[in-house]
């Protein structure tokens, strides 16, 4: 069976897909117009009361890194551009679910968002808001299974945990894919943009993303940065070895790295008192 298929099995026995929520979908419908102002998309997040709250912390968060106080949705959009906030009020509709079943994988992802933002500054990679937001929601496969599939996520957790494996390896041995496949094939019927659905398709395996490799690869060194600093759960407690291929793109080995791990220790203090349900 190929890989295409096995996903295609999957999806048949998901039961109850994350769904788009309203405002998300009349936003990609609405960001394609090119008629469409920050004005129009900020009225439109505004009518969400909730919504609103949970965006305008998010994005005044650490990771995204704005030195002022951002008050108002419109200039929220402004600064982050149509694509990021669309993926900031996926994030704050879709992992709110996350943070109250699943809050040491809201916590994982919130660190990977805080550190490939800092790695994008540090390295002057362009648009850091954007690939901290594709790090935010690289495990959303995750987030399908544990909702969608239980009994399975419970029995792959079970997995790691006998055999001391990584979770992505229990995925395949259990349901012939992974969160990453997953979660690219709901970034496809999400209709989400490139720049976030090929980091999250190819977080575990960047050498083979023929695109955007380097914000692949930014979310790829991120993810294996947070698990070294203990900040939340992947799904296992291990640190997956670094692609050599990433780090020489990326020149990892050209900035001064103890400063670099100094920021990331201090930009991630705040991620575990960081909430959205506290916003309500």
């Known amino acids: 069976m190929s890989k295409s298929q096995q996903i295609k099995a999957i999806t048949k026995k998901i039961q109850s897909l994350p769904t788009l929520p309203v405002v998300v979908q009349r936003l990609t419908k609405m960001v394609e117009s090119p ?25 005044n968060s650490p990771f995204y890194g704005f030195p002022g106080r951002i008050s108002s949705i419109s200039h929220a959009v402004i600064l982050l551009g149509f694509n990021v906030i669309k993926g900031v009020v996926l994030s704050a509709s879709v992992f709110d679910l996350m943070e109250k079943s699943m809050l040491g994988l809201w916590e994982h992802s919130l660190g990977c968002a805080v550190v490939a933002g800092t790695i994008s500054r540090s390295l002057g990679i362009p648009e850091p808001e954007e690939i901290s937001t594709a790090a935010l929601l690289h495990d959303i496969g995750k ?75 930014v979310v790829h060194i991120a993810d294996s940065i947070v698990r070294a600093f203990g900040i939340g759960s992947g799904g296992d407690p291990w640190v997956q070895k670094i692609s050599q291929g990433a780090w020489d793109h990326l020149d990892m080995g050209g900035l001064d790295l103890n400063e670099l791990m100094k920021e990331i220790a201090v930009d991630l203090e705040d991620v575990e008192n960081f909430r959205l349900a506290s916003m309500e």
């Open 35 to 59: 008629d469409v102002t920050a004005k129009d998309v900020g009225k439109l997040i505004s009518a969400d009361q909730v919504l609103t709250a949970r965006v305008l912390r998010l994005v």
């Open 143 to 217: 987030v399908v299974v544990s909702v969608s599939l239980r009994e399975d996520y419970d029995t792959i957790l079970r997995i790691v945990d006998k055999d001391k494996s990584l979770f992505k390896d229990a995925e395949l041995n259990l349901l012939g894919t992974d969160h990453s496949e997953i979660g690219a094939w709901l970034s496809d019927e999400w209709n989400l943009p490139e720049r976030l659905a090929i980091p999250i398709e190819y977080h575990h395996r960047p050498d083979e993303a023929i695109k955007l490799k380097e914000r692949v690869y």
